[in-house]
Antibody
């Protein structure tokens, strides 16, 4: 059974940094494309970033480009999202997702972790 | 960037009703479209991928159609478990979600 467990969400001040983690199990992580998708309180879904199984191909939404960095460690079955220069509009639940393929749809989702950016 | 527009934003329906939700893309996305169901406080769950393929384990009352710029999600006979918010997603170029359609009890 595919399991994705996010952690690292917290309250952080504007301009601050945070790193989210996603621990994966139940599938071959090293060949699986992965994504981060977020959802602001009471709002819809917004794609944030995706990474191929090898980590070579990486994609970002314009809203986070230059501030967020997606990475993975296939030896630890772990996905990360490093978030810098955080803004109030980055406040959201962040979901980790296993993709059908690079550039595919989000087949499996974690339960999410809440990031709140506020002074 | 590709924009996705869903209609309606809210839909009131009764158990047993046939329900249709529409999603329009700002440019052609071929059939690279997925539909998700989300319940309050829960992660989304994929229902349909590649516009009309039913994800394993999803009841057959859900179906999808369309290609190019216009797509529909149909629930043939609405069940109590189906009251939720539904999102379309294009994955032809990066990824964009529609704004969501909330299906409420009439």
């Amino acid at each position: 059974e595919v399991q994705l467990l996010e952690s690292g969400g917290d309250l952080v001040q504007p301009g601050g940094s945070l790193r989210l983690s996603c621990a994966a199990s139940g599938f071959t992580f090293s060949i699986s494309a992965m994504s981060w998708v977020r959802q602001a309180p009471g709002k819809g879904l917004e794609w944030v970033s995706s990474i191929s199984g090898s980590g070579i191909s990486i994609f970002y939404a314009d809203s986070v480009k230059g501030r967020f960095t997606i990475s993975r460690d296939n030896s630890r079955d772990t996905l990360w999202l490093q978030m810098n220069s955080l803004r109030a509009e980055d406040t959201a639940v962040y979901y980790c997702a296993k993709d059908s393929q690079v550039g595919g749809y989000n087949m499996h989702w974690g339960q999410g972790t809440l990031v709140t950016v506020s002074s | 960037d590709i924009q996705m527009t869903q209609s309606p934003s809210t839909l009131s329906a009764s158990v047993g009703d046939r329900v249709t939700i529409t999603c329009r893309a700002s440019q052609s996305i071929s059939s690279w479209l997925a539909w998700y169901q989300q319940k309050p406080g829960k992660a989304p769950k994929v229902l349909i991928y590649k516009a009309s393929s039913l994800q394993s384990g999803v009841p057959s009352r859900f179906s999808g159609s369309g290609s190019g710029t216009e797509f529909t999600l149909t629930i043939s006979s609405l069940q109590p478990d189906d009251f939720a918010t539904y999102y379309c997603q294009q994955y032809n170029s990066d990824s964009t979600f529609g704004q969501g359609t909330k299906v409420e009890i009439k």
